[in-house]
């Protein structure tokens, strides 16, 4: 039946015991479900269950853990790697979890990343046919103009089987900066509705310009809360996220 799991990983999870400290502490009859002693870790409980060890009632952990982590450059979108850094260096580790990111963002672009073990939400968040949105802002090196938002607009050629999806590009500013002017430089925002491999990259290469700074600011429900400094992340509730 959905939402039963095992007495002794319930009471792992929620009393933060070792599977083994578990098993023991069920055995030596500490634990009570439904104010009925029960000395099995195979018995299979549910949240509608009450377990209490010690006399003391214990919560159900939730099922899944969800941090929304604010990347920072240099961290690979990878669960590991033998000599450089991943985004889950970043957050808690708990071996009983299979955590990983949800989708992938280069080892240079920063922001918004879930991390998480719930299969289903991941599935859900990448699947192409689902068109999740996905906001990046970016530094841009050369000016755009409106003819890339129509392009963007259109869906561009980018060098694979198909073209894009129609894209959103939004200008933010466009100015000639450094010392002598010498280089102009655009801020935009651009929304993807796939995740295609460095997407936004090649799309603004695709009219000529270069992505200097990448920064995902949103994916479907999910916001890069503003107070949420670099490397930090925030857990959140299965109700949060709203997919
Ligand atoms: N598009 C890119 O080019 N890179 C990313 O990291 C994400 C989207």
Avoid at 68 to 86: E, V
Avoid at 119 to 126: E, K, N
């Amino acid at each position: 039946m959905e939402g039963q799991l095992r007495l002794d990983r319930f009471l792992s999870d929620a009393g933060q015991l070792a599977r083994s400290e578990a098993k023991k502490a069920i055995r030596q009859g500490r634990v009570r479900v439904n104010d009925i002693s029960e000395k099995s870790p195979e018995r299979k409980v549910s949240e509608k269950d009450v377990v209490s060890l010690d006399g003391r009632v214990l919560k159900m952990a939730p099922d899944f853990v969800y941090y929304l982590l604010n990347k920072p450059a240099g961290y690979l979108s990878a669960t590991q790697d033998k000599s450089q850094q991943t985004v889950l260096d970043l957050v808690p580790h708990d071996k009983r979890r299979d955590l990983f990111p949800v989708g992938r963002l280069d080892k240079d672009t920063e922001g918004l990343l879930l991390i998480t073990d719930d299969g289903g939400l991941a599935h859900r968040l990448l699947s192409p046919a689902n068109h999740v949105d996905k906001t990046y802002y970016a530094l841009v090196r050369g000016a755009m103009t409106r003819e890339d938002v129509k392009a963007f607009q259109e869906g561009l050629d980018i060098g694979d089987e198909k073209p894009t999806l129609p894209a959103e590009l939004k200008i933010l500013s466009v100015k000639r900066e450094g010392q002598a002017g010498e280089d102009t430089l655009s801020r935009v925002e651009i929304t993807v509705r796939e995740g295609r491999f460095h997407q936004v990259k090649r799309m603004v290469m695709a009219v000529g310009k270069e992505v200097i700074y990448l920064k995902r600011l949103s994916m479907g429900p999910l916001m890069l809360p503003d107070d949420l400094a670099e490397g930090e992340f925030r857990q959140l509730l299965r109700e949060e996220i709203l997919f």
